[in-house]
T-cell receptor, first 115, second 113 residues
Framework: DTEVTQTPKHLVMGMTNKKSLKCEQHMGHRAMYWYKQKAKKPPELMFV???????INESVPSRFSPECPNSSLLNLHLHALQPEDSALYLC??????????????FGPGTRLTVT | GENVEQHPSTLSVQEGDSAVIKCTYSDSASNYFPWYKQELGKRPQLIID?????GEKKDQRIAVTLNKTAKHFSLHITETQPEDSAVYFC????????????FGKGTMLLVSP
């Protein structure tokens, strides 16, 4: 299995809702990432998990809360979002500590719309 | 932090022509330089990458060159085809176990039949 999967594909939520995005990989990768991508812009790194521990938080507002329950799963919990948070949320994974650890593989993304 | 500049922002070529996209980076410690292709509505896909101990890498019609002294790297696509049309992102990273990619702003490549 060489894929990163994400659910849901699309999500519409109000500003008072609580929702979660899910990411899964079965490649044995020990580093997992969340990116945010606005239209016609490059992906922007939000969080990095390494061996299920949060290693990098790129000053992301607390209304985004990541969670890594095990080495295959990565969640992003959303609460009290703003309309400007509407974007494509991409998950990625990579090996760690090996020659191949550099290569990041992206999931298909969740298209989030905040109303 | 790292800053990556990418040019041009759009590139239109005829089928069969070559296309070149250029990127510069600011952090001399960066050691990994991937290129991603993103078609409309799809995920970024890694198409080629180069590490700082290599000057050039080729994979069929795609090649990447790296000049560490000048801190720039380029993507070369030969014999372009309409299916090459997409947005291409360069990125730079300092790898210490995991990679933290800083992306360029992207180049929209349009290949006309």
């Amino acid at each position: 299995d060489t894929e990163v999967t994400q659910t849901p594909k699309h999500l519409v939520m109000g500003m008072t809702n609580k929702k979660s995005l899910k990411c899964e990989q079965h490649m044995g990768h020990r580093a997992m990432y969340w990116y945010k991508q606005k239209a016609k812009k490059p992906p922007e790194l939000m969080f990095v998990y390494s061996y299920e521990k949060l290693s990098i938080n790129e000053s992301v507002p607390s209304r985004f809360s990541p969670e890594c329950p095990n080495s295959s799963l990565l969640n992003l919990h959303l609460h009290a979002l703003q309309p400007e948070d509407s974007a494509l949320y991409l998950c990625a994974s990579s090996q760690e500590g090996t020659v191949s650890s550099y290569e990041q593989y992206f999931g298909p993304g969740t298209r989030l719309t905040v109303t | 932090g790292e800053n990556v500049e990418q040019h041009p922002s759009t590139l239109s070529v005829q089928e069969g022509d070559s296309a070149v996209i250029k990127c510069t980076y600011s952090d001399s410690a960066s050691n990994y330089f991937p290129w991603y292709k993103q078609e409309l509505g799809k995920r970024p896909q890694l198409i080629i990458d180069i590490r700082s101990n290599v000057g050039e890498k080729k994979d069929q019609r795609i090649a990447v060159t790296l000049n560490k002294t000048a801190k720039h790297f380029s993507l070369h696509i030969t014999e372009t085809q309409p299916e090459d049309s997409a947005v291409y992102f360069c990125a730079a990273s300092l790898n210490s176990g995991y990679s933290t990619l800083t992306f360029g702003k992207g180049t929209m490549l349009l290949v006309s039949p």
